[in-house]
């Protein structure tokens, strides 16, 4: 019995060496058969890298003024620009809304001029193409602008990246010639390019500039042609940057070799042992267990330890080339013995083959117990009796032609069986085919009107089911068209938001340009650059807080704070704004401490945005109330004041970003001091509540207490 152990592993062990051997013939032959180092993939891919970056980065750098007057624009560009945010009647439908106050009215002269000239702007998109095209083209030279920026980059990396390339070229058409090094005779590689050997070209190659895809061959010269040569010095292999390549491949090389020559010897010993040895593998008592198991699951064994001992006999062959020993010994192992599963299992299936029983195969089995399955059994059920009744009204009928007195019998049963059994089948057929229409226009999209629900039979549940799923469609598709709206919506703030003070910056800009101007104007003018300046980092500093706390990508120092006191001092910090304002504060706070666990700096944060909104948003000569007590174990603070604006009704819209109640944005404010707020309390686990009576307008701030 140990005898036979000892062959059968050793039979395993020969045949996972053979199977490694061809396996590695397979993957790595043609990397390793008469090749060199410089014939591998991996310098293939260098040297292939290398020339199709050095002519359109080093060699044949295109004239940026001739790439600009290659661009085109397509009829499908110019109709993509045109329908970017729609159709026309929507465009201007959207630039429309924008514009209206909360009365409904366009409030200034200013914005009804902007407001035209957008509409107008667009309106002339859609009627002339040539304008269209105008701003496609200076989208395009932005493109290519971008490009030359990046090129002078590109060429820094690929020199260094590539430094043991010693290249000598020179422009066959004008006779420029190239070279970044002395070619000697001592080249471990050189290759040649020229009329017989074929010139170095540039090929396409696709550059990423600002999401958009440039192919650099329409940039540049595509007849450019150079001759010349592109070598590795000898040295470089030898105790240069491509020593440890070169070896490396040497080694793997020599691995390769010897793989190949003991797996001949394996092959040659396996199968002069298994001719004399394979009735080892049989096992009496293991294969009357095995034949019976079903057939089928026999079959799925067999085939997942053919696919181990493949997987794992392939695996071993990587760790033999990376020299991971430990991994070789475990991988062996494992081969092994999924080989010797294998053969076990080949020995017994041809022993058994003449024996099979289907009818004992789990698919067989599972067949039959399918085909007495009733999902629904009342329907099961119901479909059995009426093909039951069915039949039998058949067979009577058949009955009444051979035997008229059988017409006493069949007249009763069709009046009371028959006709009843036929009508009820119908009309659920009926009720069916009606609940199918209405799931095929909710598949459409049409959510039409609500399905009568009729008993309480299955197919009434179904009914039951759609209509709420057709509940939930409608509130998807509300949900759907409000958050297509704030998106809109946000787009388009975002864009004035930032656009308004980079208008002023670059219209003082201009006027500082202007020598003739005197000191005191060019001071002005630095002043509102400075003003506007700072608005435009405020914003955007404000818009990366705002989205930071959005995705949770922020971390929150909580230490223990004194509410009161933190409360006590933002009010301090806006006290000269509050004066100025002409609106009066009524501020209750009591003297005793209320402790939490927050973030100061970011609470803080909140307690500011939320008094800066009074002093923005308060109607002048009106009271502000400020309240901070301790209730059941939270701490509530709560602000109010009279709006300057009209609110409207959904208060919720208030904390989405870039929103305000001043419309027609003529605030300063940046419309994401509220959805900052809100954030920050939603990150403590606390809460931000907002609530409108008319023009009073009301918030609440939760948060747990020590």
């Not at 493109?143 to 043991?164: C, F, G, P, R, T």
């Not at 033999?320 to 080989?339: K, L, P």
């Not at 709206?485 to 500082?512: A, F, G």
Request: no cysteine; aromatic share 10%; hydrophobic share 40%.
């Amino acid at each position: 019995m140990k005898h036979s152990i000892g062959r059968n592993i050793l039979l395993s062990a020969l045949a996972v060496i053979t199977l490694l051997s061809l396996f590695t013939l397979i993957k790595q032959g043609r990397n390793f058969i008469g090749t060199s180092y410089f014939d591998s993939d991996a310098f293939g891919w260098q040297l292939s890298e290398f020339e199709s970056s050095i002519v359109p980065v080093v060699l044949a750098v295109p004239d940026k003024e001739e790439v600009k007057k290659k661009i085109t624009v397509t009829p499908a560009e110019i109709e993509e620009y045109r329908y970017r945010y729609g159709d026309l009647q929507s465009q201007l439908d959207s630039i429309m809304n924008q514009y209206l106050s909360g009365t409904g009215e366009v409030t200034t002269e200013a914005a009804i001029a902007e407001r035209d000239k957008k509409l107008a702007d667009i309106t002339k998109n859609f009627a002339d193409d040539s304008y269209v095209e105008q701003k496609i083209r200076a989208e395009k030279e932005a493109q290519v602008d971008a490009y030359y920026k990046s090129i002078e980059h590109a060429k820094n990396d690929l020199l260094s990246q590539k430094e043991d390339f010693v290249y000598d070229l020179k422009n066959v058409e004008t006779g420029e010639h190239f070279t970044n090094g002395e070619m000697n005779s001592k080249n471990a590689f050189k290759k040649e390019y020229s009329s017989k050997y074929g010139y170095l070209k540039e090929r396409t190659v696709y550059q990423q500039v600002d999401d958009s895809w440039l192919v650099s061959d329409t940039m540049g010269n595509p007849f450019a042609r150079f001759e010349g040569t592109i070598a590795i010095p000898e040295s470089s292999i030898l105790n240069g940057p491509r020593a440890h390549e070169y070896k490396y491949f040497l080694s793997n090389q020599r691995k390769f070799y010897s793989v190949l020559f003991v797996g001949i010897l394996a092959t040659v010993a396996f199968t002069l042992l298994w001719r004399k040895n394979n009735e080892t593998f049989r096992n009496k008592s293991r294969e009357e267990k095995y034949r019976k198991l079903p057939i089928d699951l026999k079959l799925a064994f067999f085939l997942l330890s053919i696919l181990l001992t493949i997987t794992t006999t392939s695996f071993l062959g990587e760790f033999v080339i990376s020299n991971d020993y430990d991994m070789q010994i475990i991988t062996f192992i494992f081969a092994v013995v999924f080989t010797g599963l294998t053969l076990y299992q080949w020995k017994w299936m041809r022993a058994g083959l003449g024996t099979v029983d289907w009818k004992r195969s789990l698919i067989y089995s599972w067949g039959k117990s399918l085909e007495g399955l009733f999902l629904k059994r009342s329907i099961g059920i119901q479909t059995l009796l009426m093909l039951i009744v069915v039949f039998f009204w058949g067979a009577g009928t058949l009955l009444v032609l051979m035997q008229p007195i059988a017409l006493i019998i069949w007249i009763p049963a069709t009046l009371f069986i028959g006709v009843p059994v036929l009508v009820v089948s119908l009309s659920r057929m009926a009720y069916l085919n009606r609940l199918i229409a209405k799931t095929e226009e909710m598949a459409k999209g049409v959510i039409g009107s609500e399905i009568d629900v009729r008993g309480k039979s299955p197919i009434a549940q179904h009914a039951t089911n759609l209509n709420e799923l057709r509940d939930r469609i409608k509130s998807s598709h509300s949900e759907q068209a409000k958050s297509e709206r704030l998106k809109t919506e946000l787009i388009t703030n975002v864009s004035h938001d930032l656009r308004t003070p980079l208008t002023s910056i670059i219209t003082y800009t201009d006027l500082l340009k202007n020598p003739s101007i005197t000191d005191e104007e060019r001071a002005s003018y630095i002043a509102i650059l400075d003003k506007k300046s700072m608005r435009l980092k405020t914003l955007i500093e404000d818009l990366f807080e705002v989205s930071k706390m959005a995705s949770g990508n922020i971390e929150l120092d909580r230490r223990k704070v004194d509410l009161t006191q933190l409360l006590q001092q933002a009010i301090a910090e806006h006290q000269e704004d509050i004066n100025k304002s002409g609106l009066e504060y009524r501020v209750v706070i009591g003297t005793k401490p209320i402790m939490s666990y927050v973030d100061g700096q970011k609470w803080w944060r909140v307690l500011d945005n939320l008094i800066i909104n009074t002093l923005k948003y308060a109607l002048p000569n009106t009271r502000v109330y400020i309240n901070l007590d301790q209730v059941d174990g939270e701490a509530v603070f709560v602000i109010k004041n009279i709006a300057k604006y009209e609110l409207g009704n959904d208060v919720n819209e208030l904390t989405e970003r870039f929103k305000r109640a001043d419309t027609s944005r003529h605030t300063d404010g940046s419309g994401l001091g509220l959805a900052i707020a809100q954030s920050i309390v939603d990150l403590h686990g606390g809460s931000l509540k907002m609530e409108v009576d008319g023009d009073l307008f009301k918030v609440t701030v939760k948060i747990t207490v020590i």
